[in-house]
């Protein structure tokens, strides 16, 4: 049997360079890799380009307050590292197929619908990490944790900006070796979260944790209720 230590590390690891992924993913086609993608796509402006990025928050908007209510859910932690591993991994594989055959603008909207998928992934990680932070780690290690975790977005923009024009090496026809070496990357924490994650500790970290414990379907779909009545309230005309 693992240790405490080294189960709480694997799913903190796990969590970082899954957020770190989709994050990449989502700037891809960002920063100095635009001349490249736009050479090899045949684009004459940046439309397609801005497009793609701005999937992040407009999936955000929409993807939140079911993330939000995904959280009261048993394994609410679990589900939404293995959701959004699954939409990142579907994602890149997605992306590939216009590389059949680049100019053919009848693919590239799957370009778009492949961006959407990883900007639906963004907000089940990003609203976790204090959940991951609380529920692994005792107080003296909690706001650590929860700062790694967090960062994982940062690192993925941060290393978007090096790592597509270094790759792209200033020739689009490198533009398909990218895409393919960011599939490899997010086939593994999706392989990861599906064959090891465990939902919670064996024994409660702390009080917090303990007050964490799961619930029951009834109290998920209540709560679930609660969030879809708040929404309304907030949509409805003010008087």
């Not at 796990?14 to 700037?27: A, D, E, K, P, R």
């Not at 979260?193 to 064996?202: A, D, G, K, M, Q």
């Not at 029951?216 to 009545?229: I, P, T």
């Amino acid at each position: 049997m693992a240790s405490p230590l080294l189960v709480r590390t694997y799913v903190l690891a796990v969590y970082f360079w899954l957020s770190t992924v989709q994050c990449l993913c989502w700037f891809t086609f960002a920063t100095d890799s635009t001349p490249g993608v736009k050479a090899y796509y045949g684009w004459n402006s940046d439309t397609q380009i801005d497009l793609l990025l701005t999937w992040g928050p407009i999936c955000g908007l929409l993807v939140q307050p079911w993330a939000t209510a995904m959280l009261a859910h048993p394994h609410g932690l679990v589900r939404s590292m293995r959701l959004a591993a699954a939409l990142t991994l579907a994602c890149c594989a997605l992306r590939l197929i216009p590389s059949l055959d680049p100019r053919n603008t009848s693919l590239h909207p799957l370009l778009h619908v492949a961006q959407a998928l990883n900007a639906a992934g963004g907000p089940l990680l990003m609203g976790t990490c204090s959940l991951m932070g609380a529920l692994w780690f005792p107080p003296e290690l909690r706001a650590t944790a929860t700062a790694i975790a967090y960062s994982g977005g940062n690192a993925g923009q941060l290393l978007g900006f090096a790592f597509g024009p270094i790759i792209l090496d200033n020739d689009s026809a490198n533009v398909e070796r990218l895409l393919l070496i960011e599939l490899a990357l997010a086939a593994v924490p999706a392989v990861l979260v599906s064959v090891y994650l465990p939902s919670r500790p064996e024994q409660p970290v702390s009080t917090a944790a303990a007050g964490l414990g799961p619930t029951s379907a009834r109290e998920w779909l209540f709560r679930l209720r609660q969030v879809r009545k708040a929404l309304g309230r907030t949509h409805s005309p003010l008087t």
